[in-house]
């Protein structure tokens, strides 16, 4: 495995040929560039999401080059608050063209303990996170654990539920 640090991210993306799906079981995240808009957000202020637009942008220039770009997280309900923020900035995600879909942890079954990333079913990119926050990916291309991170992606995309039917509840 090598290592890929957060600026790194988006040349994966780049070099992916048809889908980049992501499998999110955490109900935090300690993601540095988050802090200040979760602060908002609980607060209830006023959203300025010009941190997030980088983000976007990259999901606008990939599902442009006809790249599909899918989520499923894993939640936890009653939703914490960071959760309930990840919901709200899930409009912005598939406003640019990302497909996102929620499954309560309790109907997931087995999952594994870290969130990951599949190229084209054949990449996989395991997210590490520092106690500080801050992302880095241990990439593999073993063909067993992307077959493995394949029927993992297959079983929890058919449990779970597209965004706005979610959010609809």
Request: proline residues 6%; contains cysteine.
């Given at each position: 495995m090598r290592l890929v640090p957060d600026e790194g991210f988006p040349?994966?993306?780049?070099?992916?040929?048809?889908e980049a799906f992501h499998l999110e079981v955490l109900d935090s995240y300690a993601e540095p560039d988050?802090?200040?808009p979760l602060r908002r957000f609980l607060a209830g202020e006023p959203a300025?999401?010009?941190w997030f637009q980088s983000w976007t942008e990259l999901v606008q220039e990939t599902v442009g080059?006809?790249?599909?770009?899918?989520?499923?997280?894993?939640?936890t309900e009653p939703h914490t608050d960071y959760t309930r923020f990840a919901l709200a900035i899930a409009a912005l995600n598939t406003e640019a063209g990302e497909d996102i879909r929620y499954l309560p942890r309790h109907l997931a079954g087995e999952?594994?303990?870290?969130?990951?990333?599949l190229f084209d079913d054949l990449v996989v990119v395991f997210s590490a996170f520092g106690d500080a926050g801050g992302w880095?990916?241990?990439?593999?291309?073993?063909?067993?654990?992307a077959a493995y991170c394949?029927?993992?992606?297959?079983?929890?995309?058919?449990?779970?539920?597209?965004?706005?039917?979610?959010?609809?509840?």
């Open positions: 040349d994966l993306l780049r070099t992916c040929k048809r988050e802090h200040e300025d999401h010009a080059r006809g790249i599909a770009i899918t989520r499923v997280r894993i939640v999952i594994p303990p870290d969130d990951f990333w880095s990916g241990a990439v593999t291309t073993d063909p067993h654990i394949k029927q993992l992606k297959e079983r929890l995309w058919s449990l779970s539920v597209p965004y706005l039917e979610y959010v609809a509840r």
